[in-house]
């Protein structure tokens, strides 16, 4: 069992930057594919980024590729989401996730219970 846990979220202007920790309990963590999605108001969540259990793989969607760095610290049990240049449509709540799979998709054993990213115009 994995309990997630997310903090960091708040309110920054465009242009702005956040980030956001996600911190695990329970064994295991560092065998785990972590990652993040969103889910902004009215529309579907989605993927935004994960990361191989060791560190050696990242993945972005497309829309934040480039603004965004994932990381994860395996002896702290923390993942981490740097938001840097952001716009106000990444306004959403953000979770964090985790899956035994060795690619983040649609398969999340674990979800944590999200924290709330608004970015102004």
């Known amino acids: 069992q994995v309990q997630l846990v997310e903090s960091g979220g708040g309110l920054v202007q465009a242009g702005g930057s956040l980030r956001l920790s996600c911190a695990a309990s329970g064994r295991s963590f560092s065998s785990y594919t972590m990652g993040w999605f969103r889910q902004a108001p009215g529309k579907e969540r989605e993927f935004v980024t994960g990361?191989?259990?060791?560190?050696?793989?990242?993945y972005y969607a497309d829309s934040v590729k480039g603004r965004f760095t994932i990381s994860r610290d395996n002896a702290k049990n923390t993942l981490y989401l740097q938001m840097n240049s952001l716009k106000p449509e990444d306004t959403a709540v953000y979770y964090c996730?985790?899956?035994?799979?060795?690619?983040?998709?649609?398969?999340?054993?674990?979800w944590g219970q999200g924290t709330q990213v608004t970015v102004s115009s």
């Open positions: 990361i191989s259990w060791i560190g050696g793989s990242k």
């Open positions: 996730a985790a899956t035994r799979e060795a690619v983040l998709g649609q398969a999340v054993d674990y």
